[in-house]
């Protein structure tokens, strides 16, 4: 059973960095795909960025060129890193098993994490 563990959350000030982590179990032969996405009270899920442990990566428009995926395959873990935040990044963010890295991970999610909580001030 895949069980998905996310750490890193805070609360920082605009313009501040954090790195999120995900650690995976119950993935045969270390081989996963793992995406994240974040849910902020009224609003829909957005997704973020996915890894596999191949090395394949995708980010979404919307933070390309602030957030960053990265994993380390020995350790079953991926990483979100999240720079020059803005309060408008305020959210839960979740890590999700990802059945590929393709556009439409977030549709085809079955599990996902308890979150973490990041929270940026102006």
């Known amino acids: 059973r895949i069980q998905l563990t996310e750490s890193g959350g805070g609360e920082v000030q605009a313009g501040g960095s954090l790195r999120l982590s995900c650690v995976a179990t119950?993935?045969?032969?270390?081989?996963?795909?793992l995406g994240w996405f974040r849910q902020s009270p009224g609003k829909e899920r957005e997704g973020l960025a996915a890894?596999?442990?191949?090395?394949?990566?995708m980010v979404a428009d919307s933070v390309k060129g602030r957030f960053s995926i990265s994993s380390d395959n020995a350790k079953s873990t991926a990483y979100l890193s999240l720079n020059l935040l803005k309060p408008e990044d305020t959210a839960m963010y979740y890590c999700?098993?990802?059945?590929?890295?393709?556009?439409?991970?977030?549709?085809?999610?079955?599990?996902w994490g308890q979150g973490t909580q990041v929270t940026v001030s102006s």
């Open positions: 119950g993935y045969p032969s270390n081989s996963f795909c």
């Open positions: 999700a098993a990802c059945p590929s890295v393709a556009p439409s991970w977030l549709k085809d999610t079955r599990f």
């Open positions: 890894i596999n442990s191949a090395g394949h990566t």
